[in-house]
């Protein structure tokens, strides 16, 4: 297994999780000390780790990291791509259109180009990609507009990649999570919480009012979803997008 965008949130979620399913992984993003503090974790679950640092909005760097798993392993079956940049919360009317390239390059096209590298190796194997898109494709919040132009290219993407693997036995889905409860959320609902005089708790129990559980999902809940749709137990399921959201969209 190929996860992309480690960090130190879903990304390291996705690795771990995956070797929790008895997936030996391949593990990628420009942080090098990020790959191996994550490839220790997969390592001490009794799993193979194989930290890459990559730049896979390169054309060289991400045909590297296919090679390399490649190499390493003989095969790969599942790429879970979650590697993104977040745009500047702002109005589309407002958005730097000179800057989009390079958040596409991130949010869409890296994937793709790794799913082309990877094609022949998933076919071999009748493998799976899921690909992290996000609920900004759902929901209607203002200054999200060029980041959610980015996630439904995404998951058009994928759709088109489902139609065009799915013949040759291979699953491509993807799964939109919103606000995820970790370090990246945590920090901001603080930073609204010191700006607004109030508690981080009661920004969060704002959050959550309109979400059916009343909170929201971690880490480890969404790349569980991820690897449900990589695993067996997804097999007849492709071309799909899994809301895992806590209830706060409904699909």
Partial sequence: MLVSGVGPGLGRSLAVRSALAGADVVLAARTESTLRAVADEVEKLGRRALAVPADITDVASSAALADRALDAYGHVDVLLSSAFVHPPQEELLDADLDAMPRWYDVNVLAGVRLVQRLAPAL????????????????????????????????????????????????????????????????????????????????????????????????PDEIADAAVFLASDMASAITGQCLDVNCGETHH
Wanted: aromatic share 8%; proline share 4%; glycine share 6%.
């Fill in 123 to 218: 076919i071999a194997s009748r493998g799976a990609v899921v690909m992290v898109n996000s609920m900004v494709i759902r929901n209607r919040l203002p200054r999200f507009g060029a980041y959610r132009m980015t996630k439904a290219s995404l998951l058009a993407a994928a759709r088109s990649l489902s139609v065009e693997l799915g013949p040759k036995g291979v699953r491509v889905n993807s799964i939109a999570p919103g606000y995820i409860w970790a370090d990246r959320v945590q920090a901001y609902f603080r930073r609204i919480a010191e700006s607004r005089g109030v508690s981080a708790r009661q920004v969060y129990e704002e959050a959550v009012a309109a979400v059916d559980l009343r909170r929201l999902p971690e």
